[in-house]
């Protein structure tokens, strides 16, 4: 099974700040990787999707770059509502897996 | 707009059984793969089960495998999950997804909670 891990645990990160998460998959996934947002008490979002593309309506200061098993989601500026926990998932292999998780937290 | 509304969650007891439900709007649902991702309390997201738009063919987690069946009814827009011998392990949020491609899921239900407890 791939085995998906993300760095930091817990980003503490101020408003208006960059913030920078990673993803590394045990193995190469080529750039099957999605990004996902998921506030408190809500569904997960998708935020990117082909390691670099970005869902419908998400706001261009999400980036997403990478490949084969180093994968990076940038927030450019970071808004009020960006604090949430972001979870990385590959589709190249079965079974489908995610990260456990990155939080980013107000500092 | 696409909306995705799940149903069928409670408490079971262990080696129970339950029927989850999706009902879709909003898109041509037969176009579309469909999945269930569960989340443990507290914890990360997890997949369970994918099944494509016809229907004809399925996918599911070996931590299932056996005990859970993902079918869909194409003609009432709706999603299943038939999870038998139910575990502790298996409490969760159960969250039905639209899939943007095979894969990838571009919109969630708001989950139906199942906990197996005695």
């Known amino acids: 099974e791939m085995v998906m891990t993300q760095s930091p645990a817990t980003l503490s990160v101020s408003p208006g700040e960059r913030a920078t998460l990673s993803c590394r998959a045990s193995q190469s996934v080529s750039t099957n990787l999605a990004w996902y947002q998921q506030k408190p008490g809500q569904a997960p979002r998708l935020l990117i999707y082909d390691a670099s593309t970005r869902a419908t309506g998400i706001p261009a200061w999400f980036s997403g770059s990478g490949s084969e098993t180093e994968f990076t989601l940038t927030i450019s500026s970071l808004q009020s509502e960006d604090f949430a926990v972001y979870y990385c998932?590959?589709?190249?292999?079965?079974?489908?897996?995610f990260g456990p998780g990155t939080k980013v937290d107000i500092k | 707009e696409v909306q995705l509304l799940e149903s069928g969650g409670g408490l079971v007891q262990p080696g129970g059984s339950l029927r989850l439900s999706c009902a879709a709007s909003?898109?041509?649902?037969?176009?579309?793969?469909m999945t269930w991702v569960r989340q443990a309390p507290g914890k990360g997201l997890e997949w369970v089960s994918t099944i494509s738009g016809s229907g004809g063919s399925t996918y599911t987690a070996d931590s299932v495998k056996g005990r859970f069946t993902i079918s869909r009814d194409n003609s009432k827009n709706t999603l299943y999950l038939q999870m038998n011998s139910l575990r502790a392990d298996d409490t969760a949020l159960y969250y039905c997804?639209?899939?943007?491609?095979?894969?990838?899921?571009?919109?969630w239900g708001q989950g139906t909670l199942v906990t197996v407890s005695s």
């Open positions: 998932q590959q589709y190249n292999n079965w079974p489908l897996t």
């Open positions: 997804a639209k899939g943007l491609h095979l894969w990838v899921f571009d919109y």
């Open positions: 909003g898109f041509t649902f037969n176009n579309y793969a």
